[in-house]
């Protein structure tokens, strides 16, 4: 068996009893392991623990950092590199090989690495769900979440969901996958999405105050062409088209065709609750 790596694996955790496990087990060939508990009522840290992983706490003011960014700042780091996972999520073997592999390369100071998601009873290999690249892993001085305006206030929790991390250097891609076990079913894909969709419609009533400022210009102009999406008309129409249609979601079957769906649904979601934010912001001027 090789040595452990020199890695350390930021896991934001709470009551993630059902699932940390098996992060855990799929990330042990790493040297420092830290779970980032926000307070769990469950065995979160009782089960971290027995697998060897330090558990620190964190506790949300409602403002910035949220839980990534604070414990990027924060916490004592074993390492220079940290990898970034969630308990609902799996590094196979050939990711570990890939990034064994930059580890002695050193070619860049930070990559993404591929995600697939499981979804209804298999995996989501369309709807633009597949390749989804994220920047993961990294020098932790270098890099650090962005800070939309007015993202802290939204009700979608302490923790950093659809900010992305704003690196100081260039990047590169992984091999191997990580896998993301995120919706066992329906009803807990509406309860996350619906949080999300705070997020979302903030961000439409406020904007996205450093839109493409250190990001990668992939990703930048990703979200340019996302603003740009907010004012077309019949925008749930159009978002399944594009999962469904542009992105080949029917060749995934009837879980595609469920998940293109439920996207819809989730844009009409931002809609509407950013339709809601700004009466609200009229009434009170």
Same mark, same amino acid.
């Given at each position: 068996m090789p040595d452990p790596a020199p890695i350390s694996v930021l896991i934001p955790a709470k009551n993630e009893a059902a699932n940390l496990a098996a992060c855990l087990a799929s990330v042990a060939w790493c040297n420092d392991l830290v779970v980032v508990d926000s307070g769990s009522s469950d065995r979160t840290a009782e089960i971290a623990r027995a697998a060897g992983a330090r558990v620190v706490d964190f506790k949300w003011n409602g403002e910035f950092p949220k839980k990534k960014n604070w414990a990027l700042a924060s916490v004592a780091w074993k390492n220079d590199w940290v990898f970034i996972i969630d308990a609902d999520e799996r590094?196979?073997?050939? %990711? =570990?090989?890939?990034?064994?592999?930059?580890?002695?390369?050193?070619?860049? $100071? +930070?990559?993404?690495?591929? &995600? @697939?998601?499981?979804?209804?009873?298999?995996?989501?290999?369309?709807?633009?769900?597949?390749?989804?690249?994220?920047?993961?892993?990294?020098?932790?001085?270098?890099?650090?979440?962005?800070?939309?305006?007015?993202?802290?206030?939204?009700?979608?929790?302490?923790?950093?969901?659809?900010?992305?991390?704003?690196?100081?250097?260039?990047?590169?891609?992984?091999?191997?996958?990580?896998?993301?076990?995120?919706?066992?079913?329906?009803?807990?894909?509406?309860?996350?999405?619906?949080?999300?969709?705070?997020?979302?419609?903030? %961000? =439409?009533?406020?904007?996205?105050?450093?839109?493409?400022?250190?990001?990668? $210009? +992939?990703?930048?102009?990703? &979200? @340019?062409?996302?603003?740009?999406?907010?004012?077309?008309?019949?925008?749930?129409a159009l978002r399944f088209f594009y999962h469904y249609v542009w992105r080949a979601g029917f060749l995934d079957g009837y879980r595609g065709y469920v998940f293109c769906r439920l996207m819809a649904w989730y844009e009409f979601l931002n809609a509407v609750k950013a339709r809601e934010l700004r009466r609200n912001a009229q009434d009170k001027s």
């Open positions: 590094a196979t073997p050939e %990711l =570990q090989a890939a990034m064994r592999t930059a580890l002695t390369q050193n070619t860049h $100071p +930070g990559f993404y690495v591929n &995600r @697939r998601f499981w979804f209804l009873d298999g995996w989501l290999n369309h709807c633009g769900y597949y390749p989804s690249w994220n920047l993961r892993f990294f020098r932790h001085a270098l890099g650090r979440y962005e800070k939309p305006a007015g993202a802290a206030a939204t009700g979608s929790g302490d923790n950093e969901v659809h900010e992305h991390i704003e690196l100081q250097g260039t990047t590169g891609y992984l091999g191997g996958e990580m896998e993301h076990y995120a919706f066992p079913d329906i009803a807990t894909w509406v309860e996350k999405h619906n949080r999300y969709s705070n997020w979302e419609a903030r %961000l =439409q009533l406020e904007g996205l105050e450093n839109d493409a400022s250190g990001l990668d $210009p +992939g990703l930048a102009r990703k &979200r @340019r062409l996302r603003r740009l999406a907010w004012s077309l008309p019949f925008r749930p």
